[in-house]
């Protein structure tokens, strides 16, 4: 476990180091090939089988006699920027610290790889922060740099491929074997089951650095990036296509708009009545069924109130009149005089009230 650990933290350190301006290529296609190193140091773990507690781990780290150097050489990687002063890191490997604090890490040339190495390393090993589970030990100063000189950052990744290329030679893994499993990291970043833009984009992005920043270092892992590139164009022209073609059949449809959109009337029979949805007979309340209680008397008793005796007496009229009543005559007509008592007819008298009425002389 201690030296899985070791080698966790190595692994881990990195990702410290970041480009100081997003744009400059140079210092990404540096970056990049520091990236190259990690992964060798990876698949040189899995080889010996460092995360392993089966009997497939190489017994030969348990003893001493290998041990210690494989520590050390891990251990000069991982504090070879922390041992030194801010200028003497500045004026031997061209690396500052960044202006701005972050704790996030570089993204990992290969995270397949370094995703898998953290799972089988998180498994074996007692973990009590989140620190454990990225792998960097509590012990480490985590210092973040970044490139100041590409010309002296050069240097800084070619001691670090140095100490790589012992690491390997100590413990006999045959270059065959690294060179294998590179060639196969780089050709998986070009397959897709199932695309995705972003990780497409991402993966596309680094196998254009892999591309040119191994040209020279690496020509193997240089021309092994031309098929999962062109596996990748195809991937996105065919997406293009399958978009393009579905934007064509969504214009060539025809969309009806909400507004004109009507509901559709019900035809009617004619029949008001028969149209008309037949009403529920209302249920009597509960304080109406009091009221109509007559506590002992009989419908036709005697009203208490003097208006409910006038319209009873109204509703008698109304029901003796007969119904063959004269019908009501015109009002344009002129109303006959009324009689007196005697039959005679009665005659305008002039009110006493008023003065005598003068006379023509």
Same mark, same amino acid.
């Given at each position: ?243 393009? +073609? /579905?934007? !064509? #059949?969504?214009?060539?449809?025809? =969309? ?8 559709? @009337? *019900? ?20 304080? +109406? /069924?009091? !009221? #109509?209680?007559?506590?002992?008397? =009989? ?8 208006? @409910? *005796? ?21 009002? /344009? ?29």
């Amino acid at each position: 476990v201690d030296l899985a650990r070791v080698f966790s933290t190595c692994v881990e350190s990195f990702g410290l180091i970041h480009p100081s301006k997003e744009w400059n290529k140079q210092q990404h296609l540096l970056i990049t090939l520091l990236g190259i190193q990690q992964g060798r140091l990876l698949i040189w773990g899995d080889v010996l089988g460092i995360t392993d507690s089966s009997p497939a781990r190489d017994t030969r780290l348990d003893q001493p006699i290998f041990r210690e150097p494989i520590e050390e050489r891990l251990q000069t990687i991982t504090f070879r920027l922390s041992r030194e002063t801010k200028a003497v890191a500045l004026s031997k490997y061209g690396l500052k610290p960044p202006k701005r604090f972050t704790s996030e890490y570089e993204r990992a040339l290969d995270i397949n790889r370094l995703g898998a190495f953290r799972t089988r390393f998180w498994a074996m090993t007692p973990h009590d922060s989140w620190k454990d589970r990225r792998g960097v030990g509590v012990t480490v100063t985590q210092t973040h740099w970044t490139i100041a000189d590409n010309t002296k950052f050069s240097d800084y990744v070619a001691a670090v491929r140095t100490d790589v290329d012992d690491l390997i030679s100590l413990m006999g893994v045959q270059d065959e074997q690294i060179d294998r499993a590179m060639k196969h990291d780089i050709k998986a970043l070009g397959w897709h089951p199932v695309f995705d833009k972003g990780k497409a984009a991402r993966d596309m992005t680094s196998l254009r650095l892999i591309r040119d920043a191994c040209v020279q270092a690496y020509p193997a892992y240089s021309a092994e990036t031309k098929g999962a590139l062109k596996y990748l164009e195809e991937e996105w022209s065919d997406n293009y296509a399958s978009m393009r +073609a /579905s934007r !064509r #059949q969504s214009e060539a449809t025809p =969309t009806v708009p909400k507004g004109s959109m009507k509901v559709p @009337e *019900k035809k009617g029979t004619g029949n008001a009545k028969a149209d008309a949805t037949p009403l529920k007979p209302r249920k009597q309340g509960f304080l +109406a /069924s009091l !009221r #109509q209680l007559s506590f002992g008397k =009989t419908k036709n008793s005697t009203p208490r109130s003097g208006n @409910e *005796k006038t319209s009873t007496a109204n509703s008698k009229t109304l029901t003796a009149t007969p119904s063959t009543t004269d019908p009501e005559r015109s009002k /344009s007509a002129s109303e006959a005089k009324p009689d007196n008592e005697d039959g005679e007819a009665l005659m305008p008298q002039r009110s006493m009230s008023m003065t005598a009425v003068p006379t023509g002389r």
